[in-house]
């Protein structure tokens, strides 16, 4: 259109347009606190001739204003996809080293009060007994520090079996958190469809829909991919958790009850997809993932180390004791003995009294030798030594498995710092762009105001004659 009339029209369309670049500049700014919040531009189109020519007429406009042609999320789909990898490894790895740091401080090693010290008691004591194989206080502490090294084992089989617990609470906690965020983004997903066909703005669904998508990873390492439609679908360990508006579950199918309790069998998961039955997954990252390699072999793994030093301290200890002779002259009997089910085990020391302690090496003589005793304590000198090497590999694991969370980190911080970058909000461009847009919208005004001068010079002074 052209003529006056048709530069008022232009003059609007700049008004509503700098308008809803100042409205979007003010959200974001509004925005700048809200988590999973992707920063909007307003993209605009110029109005110019029709799109479709008349057949018998030209066209004889020079530009006809501005439109609002969409309010784009600054996004980069790359970018949030390596962020849900990175996340995903990143939470596997916290979990574990998180599970570890706190077993490995209840070791108390290599200056606490734990199994380290608990030996090297029990083999000063025989020491002692050895020197004086006649002193009943000496034998009371043989027996004493044969118990608390019983309790010291104990105490950590229970920190093990302690950290299990949490772990499988943890899981179920997870799992359910896994099950409600797929049923989320699966509703999510048909409220971006509906969107999408009635011509709204989908953007806030957008944001929340790439939350749940990043929280899903976090907690199983799941892969997204955006559908036809705009929603999210997500695989776990391969099989469909989310396919457009449908949600399946994550469950354990062994290993763990409802209460949290084991039942004894090895852990195992399985998805069960929209509409399908349910498929056993393996090889998961995230939280779950973490949780799943605890369950499964580092933790069981320290049990089975634990067991196997309490097995070396009792066949070391009970084969050097059988070799002597207890106060009464007869042979000695087995001090210890392992079984891990014990309430008190794996290892478990066997009713003596100080008398039936075998000091002695030579028969007849048992309250004057005690070359037996300095042969246990000699004997000990190997599951110690077993003990510390457990204590240093593990140690060692704890080390590595920390350095590669560090690691990780590095890479998870460098991916957040590219998506900040894009769809974060900065204060001082947000300004800049509302200063912009005031300007711009001043200008148009002023367009206007001049027009209407304009026109009221065209339609009341034309003709007049001063």
């Not at 509302?434 to 026109?455: G, N």
Request: glycine share 10%; proline share 4%.
């Amino acid at each position: 259109m052209t003529g006056s009339f048709g530069s008022i029209g232009t003059a609007a369309s700049a008004l509503r347009y700098h308008q809803s670049v100042m409205e979007v500049a003010s959200g974001n700014i509004a925005n700048v606190s809200t988590d999973g919040y992707a920063r909007r531009r307003v993209v605009g189109q110029a109005v110019g001739a029709p799109v479709q020519p008349a057949m018998w007429s030209r066209y004889d406009g020079h530009g006809d204003g501005v439109r609002v042609g969409s309010v784009d999320r600054l996004v980069d789909p790359l970018l949030d996809s390596r962020a849900r990898s990175e996340h995903g490894t990143q939470s596997y790895l916290d979990t574990r080293a998180t599970a570890l740091a706190r077993v490995e401080a209840s070791l108390g090693e290599p200056a606490g009060d734990g199994i380290s010290k608990a030996l090297a008691d029990v083999r000063s004591a025989w020491h002692d007994l050895g020197n004086s194989p006649d002193s009943p206080a000496v034998r009371a502490a043989v027996i004493a520090t044969s118990s608390t090294l019983v309790d010291a084992v104990a105490a950590q089989r229970r920190n093990v079996a302690s950290e299990e617990a949490d772990q499988r609470m943890s899981l179920l906690a997870d799992l359910g958190e896994t099950n409600t965020v797929a049923t989320n983004l699966a509703a999510a997903n048909e409220a971006i469809a509906a969107a999408r066909m009635s011509g709204n703005d989908p953007s806030t669904l957008l944001d929340q829909r790439d939350q749940m998508a990043l929280r899903l990873a976090e907690l199983t390492g799941g892969k997204a991919v955006e559908n036809s439609q705009g929603g999210m679908d997500v695989t776990v360990g391969g099989v469909a958790l989310v396919t457009g508006n449908r949600a399946g579950t994550l469950s354990a199918t062994s290993g763990v009850n409802a209460d949290g309790t084991s039942d004894g069998q090895p852990l195992a998961l399985a998805v069960t997809p929209p509409g399908g039955t349910a498929t056993a997954v393996t090889g998961l990252r995230g939280e779950i993932g973490g949780t799943v390699e605890l369950l499964g072999t580092t933790l069981p793994k320290l049990r089975a180390d634990i067991t196997a030093v309490a097995q070396q301290v009792a066949d070391a200890v009970n084969a050097a004791h059988q070799s002597g002779y207890d106060a009464a002259g007869n042979p000695g009997k087995p001090i210890f003995s392992v079984d891990p089910a014990a309430p008190g085990g794996p290892l478990v020391l066997n009713p003596l009294d100080a008398a039936d302690l075998a000091a002695s090496g030579i028969s007849g003589v048992a309250n004057r030798d005690g070359g037996n005793a300095t042969a246990i304590a000699d004997a000990l000198v190997a599951p110690e030594r077993s003990y510390q090497r457990f204590v240093t590999v593990f140690g060692t694991d704890v080390a590595s498995v920390r350095r590669q969370a560090a690691t990780q980190q590095n890479l998870t911080g460098q991916v957040d710092g590219a998506r900040e970058q894009l769809s974060g909000v900065n204060l001082d461009e947000e300004t800049v762009t509302m200063m912009q847009a005031q300007r711009a919208y001043e200008a148009a005004a002023r367009v206007m105001t001049t027009l209407d001068s304009v026109l009221d010079t065209l339609i009341n002074r034309t003709g007049l004659v001063r």
